[in-house]
């Protein structure tokens, strides 16, 4: 899997969009984008993934860079309860290996 | 979407028993599912990769005769911290696969 780069840690005040970045310049031409999160004393959540288009689900949109080497994840009007530790992963769709988690972006959403 | 349970949510043991967690895929069937562990203020660590109906894959670093894992059923895999000691103290995840990877609760595990 190719290397992540993410900043420790962001604020945002509630109800303001929350934009996470990650750098990924080794990713490969079949690697997707994925995004997950944990909650505190929960197990990762899934939360979206891409190739190279952009992506929107209920809970977020990931925006890839033309080149692919980085990506934001944007919750758009971030909750207290979206604070979490939010973590990009670069892989193989369907890969049969376990993700690896780095150290992931720690996410406080504030009143 | 998929769920993925385990069982105990936590649990607090005295040094030297045993301890056993269960991973269950409720709504569908994994021929792989993995564990992972997580000490406090850092990220999830893989520990091993098991496989129904064989052996456990483990990661370096990871005593497979103190972390029995078994991979009896496609919807079952169980973890067991043999004689258990504070540094297993834990938080203990496993994961199954389908198209991707779906994320058990945890298992909040303390030694005394």
């Known amino acids: 899997d190719a290397k992540t780069t993410q900043p420790p840690s962001m604020d945002c005040a509630e109800g303001r969009a929350a934009n996470l970045p990650c750098n990924h310049s080794?990713?490969?031409?079949?690697?997707?984008v994925y995004w997950y999160r944990q909650i505190h004393s929960q197990g990762p959540q899934y939360i979206i993934h891409?190739?190279?288009n952009n992506e929107t689900n209920e809970m977020a949109s990931l925006i890839i860079t033309e080149d692919r080497k980085s990506s934001t994840l944007i919750l758009p009007h971030a909750t207290l309860r979206d604070t979490a530790v939010y973590y990009c992963?670069?892989?193989?769709?369907?890969?049969?290996?376990?993700?690896?988690f780095g150290k992931g972006t720690s996410l406080l959403v504030t009143p | 979407g998929a769920v993925v349970s385990q069982h105990p949510s936590r649990v607090i043991c005295k040094s030297g028993t045993s301890v056993k967690i269960e991973c269950r895929s409720l709504d569908f069937q994994a021929t792989t599912m993995f564990w992972y562990r997580q000490f406090p203020k850092q990220s999830l660590m893989l520990m091993a990769t098991s496989n129904e109906g064989s052996k456990a894959t483990y990661e370096q670093g990871v005593e497979k005769d103190k972390f029995l894992i078994n991979h009896a059923s496609l919807t079952l895999s169980t973890l067991t911290v043999t004689s258990a000691h504070p540094e297993d103290s834990s938080f203990y995840i496993c994961s199954a696969r389908q198209e991707r990877q779906y994320f058990g609760p945890g298992t909040r595990l303390l030694v005394l």
């Open positions: 080794t990713i490969s031409g079949n690697e997707y």
């Open positions: 992963i670069v892989r193989v769709e369907n890969s049969g290996y376990a993700l690896n």
């Open positions: 891409g190739l190279k």
